[in-house]
């Protein structure tokens, strides 16, 4: 990969070009995206502008054609790498993203232009367990359509998000390997939230809750579980346990909802302990 890198920032043109290619060819827009924060991460909004248009062309097509996912993704990512490289914090560059993702849901963003009502009837017709549970809803005096919307926008915007970190890790991974060796590795494994910015997506939950803006609180919790996965690959580095170890907690990490429970609560706990640094110190 590293090797692709180093092609693509030899020049506009052939950044430019390999995020038009794959932001057509479907389910490769996450490396159009990454392309595009690639140059913006080394070279500045102004400079990766052309990058950046040619990884939106195809995208904006794809958002014609019904998939919102490839054009918000490189929006996204491209704002993050903005605030990263201004910033050089990942977590005020996560915070930013949950801002955007938040906005994206209240605006509608990811409902298809049709509505949701399509969705729901088809939905009742093909299962009579949902059908009698929308019904249920409807009985207790809930808005089904509304609730539809916001969990429709609130699941898009979280993959939405999740893949545009993942796109800025790999772009700053490839950043790192061609101009600072070793970097990003040091960079995520300290990754670690401030009590103040801590204290901002509480804030950012509690003001969706009294203002009736669930966006907010539906994506606040994404900064501390990334926190909570760079503190778990922080420990497991600086006691150099063997790499099976990541790979057993990636797999428990996404097949079970307690293990995300704990890596939240251990990102929370660490934001006033910083385990990595108690470990260091022992060491």
Known sequence: MQSIARWLMRGTPQAAGA???????????????AVAALVTLRRGLGPATPTILAAAVPAGWWWTQ?????????????????????RLRWSETLIAGVLVGSAMIQLG??????????LLEQLRTSS???????????????????????LIG???????????????ALARGWQ??????GGFRGEFHALRLAPRELAVLVGLAVIGTVLG?????????????IAGIALTHGVIGLRGMNGLWLVAFYV???????????????????????????????D
Do not use: K
């Open 19 to 33: 995020a038009a290619l794959t932001g057509v060819i479907p389910w490769l827009f996450w490396f159009s995206a």
């Open 66 to 86: 019904g998939d919102v996912i490839p054009l918000a993704s490189v929006l996204m990512v491209t704002l993050m790498a903005v605030v990263l490289r201004a």
């Open 109 to 118: 963003v990811f409902i298809p232009p049709e509505g949701v009502g399509p």
């Open 128 to 150: 009579p367990e949902i059908d009698s549970m929308l019904s249920d809803l409807a009985d207790q005096g809930v808005a089904t359509e509304s609730l539809a919307v916001m």
């Open 154 to 168: 609130g699941v898009t915007a979280l993959i939405v998000l999740l893949t545009s970190i993942a796109c800025l």
């Open 176 to 181: 790192a390997g061609l101009y600072n060796p």
């Open 213 to 225: 803006l669930p966006a907010l609180s539906m994506l606040a919790w994404v900064p501390l579980l």
């Open 252 to 282: 428990l990490l996404i097949t079970t909802w307690p293990m995300i429970l704990i890596v939240l609560l251990l990102a929370l706990i660490d934001t006033f302990a910083d385990f990595r640094s108690r470990l260091a110190r022992s």
